[in-house]
T-cell receptor
Framework: GAGVSQSPSNKVTEKGKDVELRCDPISGHTALYWYRQRLGQGLEFLIYFQGNSAPDKSGLPSDRFSAERTGESVSTLTIQRTQQKDSAVYLC?????????????FGEGSRLTVL | GENVEQHPSTLSVQEGDSAVIKCTYSDSASNYFPWYKQELGKRPQLIIDIRSNVGEKKDQRIAVTLNKTAKHFSLHITETQPEDSAVYFCAARGNQGNLIFGKGTKLSVKP
């Protein structure tokens, strides 16, 4: 596709349920990022994938959060036992250059609401 | 890890005035500093960036300056227009490759 695609665009879930968010990066982009943006807040770094290197998981807020990426394609962010404080927009971005400058192209985000 | 501080959190200017947003970073190894603009309800988009071997970069009404010694960089918008109203994020990238953002500045340009 032409841009970064995320699904679902909106997800409402009950507290305690698990959710899975998906990101399809731009074809050929080696780097993939996940950020969390609470309402009216900044972009909180979660995890960074670069090619086949070990991902940088330093931003994951707890062990309830995990992410995977298959090669240089799709990534999934999983949140287990969701809590109300997990409510936010989860943004995925991809870029061509790793470890160097390179524009991040963001998806539209997945808006998660935990009731 | 890298930490990026951004000020002010909100900024209101009259149309035609200039706006300045400042950021500091903690990791002296950081070498790339982009600025993103996020309009209400939309995704962030890159507006300008600067690398550590350059002190200043300009693109029409926007410019960015970098002071590596002091570890701070700034965004300057001249002749502001109502369509400049948005949230602006600075960011810094270190050798690890991840991009850390500041908390954002909400700019309001009053006509």
């Amino acid at each position: 596709g032409a841009g970064v695609s995320q699904s679902p665009s909106n997800k409402v879930t009950e507290k305690g349920k698990d959710v899975e968010l998906r990101c399809d990066p731009i074809s050929g982009h080696t780097a993939l990022y996940w950020y969390r943006q609470r309402l009216g807040q900044g972009l909180e770094f979660l995890i960074y994938f670069q090619g086949n290197s070990a991902p940088d998981k330093s931003g994951l807020p707890s062990d309830r959060f995990s992410a995977e990426r298959t090669g240089e394609s799709v990534s999934t962010l999983t949140i287990q036992r969701t809590q109300q404080k997990d409510s936010a927009v989860y943004l995925c971005a991809s870029s061509t250059l790793a470890g160097a400058s390179g524009e991040l192209f963001f998806g539209e985000g997945s808006r998660l609401t935990v009731l | 890890g890298e930490n990026v501080e951004q000020h002010p959190s909100t900024l209101s200017v009259q149309e035609g005035d200039s706006a300045v947003i400042k950021c500091t970073y903690s990791d002296s190894a950081s070498n790339y500093f982009p600025w993103y603009k996020q309009e209400l309800g939309k995704r962030p988009q890159l507006i300008i960036d600067i690398r550590s071997n350059v002190g200043e970069k300009k693109d029409q009404r926007i410019a960015v300056t970098l002071n590596k010694t002091a570890k701070h960089f700034s965004l300057h918008i001249t002749e502001t227009q109502p369509e400049d109203s948005a949230v602006y994020f600075c960011a810094a990238r270190g050798n690890q490759g991840n991009l850390i953002f500041g908390k954002g500045t909400k700019l309001s340009v009053k006509p």
